[in-house]
């Protein structure tokens, strides 16, 4: 058997290294593909059932593998959750004889094979219907009908608790800087997860639609976890200090004190959110403002100064600038949801946090504001006291940086 199996095998590898792709036209292209796969599922299927038979000889004992999949890893160069599946598939197959036969007749796709066996190890009695379902169905609808078939066979609360048991909440930050998160957790949990987010969300999306703004649901869910968690954390800052039963939220910041005083970074320099990840200092500098914030001042690698800084708003006047801005105090804009309450002259450049230096924004204009280069200033003349009343007029112009304005708004001079 196996001088035939190797004979055939280097028959088809020579032929298959005869093909010249680049002088076959789309069509023939087309059919390769399928006698491609048609090879692709034909050794899958070997190898699956193989490995099923390994397992229960033993065979990958003995050389150094830890386990049945870490040997299949090293053996076939594959993918460590790969091996995994396949070992996993082979057991069920075992059991399931219809299901391994369509699968070494070429009938079913391994994919096909892994919804069929997932379903038809828990419930016998839908082998054949999840297998007829395979012939005309997409994987998609397939899986569908093995998450309903699994749901019925197996026990609710034990489910449940299963799910519950492998609950979690990564985060990492990716080589580009970017942070992440992933979680898992009960379909229940995560529906209050999303009650929390979506009116939130809703409102995000609303004032974006308002200004003209059009992005992803998911970059406005992104806004809307933020805007939760802004909300925890200056509840808990401003909760009478030492009382509340949690710790206020800190964050480390380390960054030079060079850059700090420059505005931005230069060769080499720190500014970073300890643990997480590299911020603009102009980020660094904004969350100067917030009481909870722990600022580490680092001179090149040394940490130079242990500061507790923040340019701390008295609770009153917190009151008081709230009271007067209702909603953002950009002309036109009238979000009143998730405002933040900037220094109208910078606190990096000595803004005081007075009355007068403080002004509630959105998140949006805030974030153009720190970053972009627009700039709330005095509008001339002031409203009268009589507009002032009514709120018609605006005592603020919305200053759009020269980059950011359209070509024919452009002082072309
Ligand atoms: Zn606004």
Same mark, same amino acid.
């Given at each position: 058997m196996f001088d035939k199996l190797n004979e055939a095998f280097s028959r088809l590898v020579d032929c298959a290294s005869r @093909?010249? @792709?680049?002088?076959?036209d789309g069509k023939g292209a087309a059919r390769l593909v399928g006698i491609a796969d048609g090879i692709r599922r034909c050794g899958d299927s070997l190898r699956t059932v193989a490995v099923g038979q390994v397992e229960r000889t033993n065979?990958? !004992?003995?050389?150094?593998?830890?386990?049945i999949s870490e040997w299949l890893s090293i053996e076939t160069d594959c993918a460590h959750y790969e091996a995994q599946a396949v070992v996993m598939l082979a057991n069920q197959l075992h059991h399931l004889p219809v299901t391994q036969a369509a699968l070494r007749n070429g009938t079913l796709s391994g994919t096909q094979a892994v919804e069929v066996a997932r379903g038809a190890i828990v419930a016998p009695n839908t082998e054949t219907q999840l297998l007829n379902l395979a012939k005309h169905a997409t994987v998609r609808d397939l899986r569908d009908a093995t998450n309903r078939v699994v749901a019925g066979a197996t026990d609710e609360a034990e489910r449940h608790k299963q799910v519950h048991k492998s609950r979690y909440l990564k985060s990492w930050t990716d080589p580009d800087g970017s942070f992440n998160v992933k979680g898992r957790m009960t379909v229940a949990n995560g529906a209050l997860v999303m009650a929390a987010l979506k009116p939130i969300q809703d409102e995000i999306f609303k004032a974006a639609r308002k200004s003209g703004e059009h992005e992803r649901p998911e970059a406005y869910a992104a806004d809307a976890l933020m805007a939760l968690c802004e909300k925890a954390t200056t509840k808990q800052s401003s909760?009478?200090?030492? !009382?509340?039963?949690r710790p206020n939220a800190v964050i480390n910041i380390r960054v030079d004190l060079n850059a700090i005083k420059r505005g931005h970074t230069e060769n080499g320099e720190t500014c970073e959110i300890a643990g997480v990840g590299s911020i603009p200092v102009a980020t660094a500098t904004e969350y100067l403002?917030?009481?909870f914030l722990k600022l580490l001042v680092v001179d090149g690698v040394e940490i130079k100064t242990v500061a507790h800084m923040g340019r701390h708003i008295p609770a009153p006047l917190r009151t008081a600038v709230e009271e007067r801005d209702? @909603?953002?105090?950009?002309?036109t804009c009238d979000v009143s949801v998730g405002l933040e309450i900037d220094h109208i002259k910078p606190f990096a450049e000595g803004?005081?946090?007075?009355f007068e230096n403080l002004v509630r924004l959105c998140k949006r204009h805030h974030l153009q504001k720190t970053h972009d280069g627009y700039r709330l200033v005095e509008r001339h003349p002031q409203p009268t006291e009589g507009e002032r009343q009514a709120g018609s007029v605006s005592p603020w112009e919305w200053r759009i940086p020269e980059c950011a304005r359209p070509p024919d708004f452009r002082d072309t001079g």
């Amino acid at each position: 058997m196996f001088d035939k199996l190797n004979e055939a095998f280097s028959r088809l590898v020579d032929c298959a290294s005869r @093909v010249d @792709v680049e002088t076959i036209d789309g069509k023939g292209a087309a059919r390769l593909v399928g006698i491609a796969d048609g090879i692709r599922r034909c050794g899958d299927s070997l190898r699956t059932v193989a490995v099923g038979q390994v397992e229960r000889t033993n065979g990958w !004992k003995g050389e150094g593998a830890k386990s049945i999949s870490e040997w299949l890893s090293i053996e076939t160069d594959c993918a460590h959750y790969e091996a995994q599946a396949v070992v996993m598939l082979a057991n069920q197959l075992h059991h399931l004889p219809v299901t391994q036969a369509a699968l070494r007749n070429g009938t079913l796709s391994g994919t096909q094979a892994v919804e069929v066996a997932r379903g038809a190890i828990v419930a016998p009695n839908t082998e054949t219907q999840l297998l007829n379902l395979a012939k005309h169905a997409t994987v998609r609808d397939l899986r569908d009908a093995t998450n309903r078939v699994v749901a019925g066979a197996t026990d609710e609360a034990e489910r449940h608790k299963q799910v519950h048991k492998s609950r979690y909440l990564k985060s990492w930050t990716d080589p580009d800087g970017s942070f992440n998160v992933k979680g898992r957790m009960t379909v229940a949990n995560g529906a209050l997860v999303m009650a929390a987010l979506k009116p939130i969300q809703d409102e995000i999306f609303k004032a974006a639609r308002k200004s003209g703004e059009h992005e992803r649901p998911e970059a406005y869910a992104a806004d809307a976890l933020m805007a939760l968690c802004e909300k925890a954390t200056t509840k808990q800052s401003s909760e009478s200090g030492g !009382k509340s039963s949690r710790p206020n939220a800190v964050i480390n910041i380390r960054v030079d004190l060079n850059a700090i005083k420059r505005g931005h970074t230069e060769n080499g320099e720190t500014c970073e959110i300890a643990g997480v990840g590299s911020i603009p200092v102009a980020t660094a500098t904004e969350y100067l403002g917030e009481a909870f914030l722990k600022l580490l001042v680092v001179d090149g690698v040394e940490i130079k100064t242990v500061a507790h800084m923040g340019r701390h708003i008295p609770a009153p006047l917190r009151t008081a600038v709230e009271e007067r801005d209702r @909603v953002c105090q950009v002309p036109t804009c009238d979000v009143s949801v998730g405002l933040e309450i900037d220094h109208i002259k910078p606190f990096a450049e000595g803004g005081a946090a007075s009355f007068e230096n403080l002004v509630r924004l959105c998140k949006r204009h805030h974030l153009q504001k720190t970053h972009d280069g627009y700039r709330l200033v005095e509008r001339h003349p002031q409203p009268t006291e009589g507009e002032r009343q009514a709120g018609s007029v605006s005592p603020w112009e919305w200053r759009i940086p020269e980059c950011a304005r359209p070509p024919d708004f452009r002082d072309t001079g």
